[in-house]
């Protein structure tokens, strides 16, 4: 059985495509970013989701896209 290790943001980018906002969020750790809507009315727990649940997006595109807000690791 494998291991669920917990991924904090690192950054994150939003758009605003059809139907509402997108983010794509960047991790400190692993190969992939991911992407996702923004369903909730607070943007940290619309990225948490997004960790969470989005699909995996190319991290060597996310890391190009302008950042909207960067987390400290704490």
């Known amino acids: 059985m494998s291991t669920n290790i917990e991924n904090k943001p690192k950054q994150v980018t939003w758009f605003n495509g059809c139907g509402g906002r ?23 727990d619309d990225v948490n989701h997004i960790m969470q649940y989005g699909a995996k997006f190319p991290l060597e595109a996310a890391l190009l896209l302008p950042v909207s807000k960067y987390y400290s690791k704490t």
């Open 22 to 44: 997108i983010g794509i969020v960047v991790g400190e750790s692993g190969e992939f970013a991911y992407i996702g809507m923004a369903l909730r009315h607070d943007e940290d």
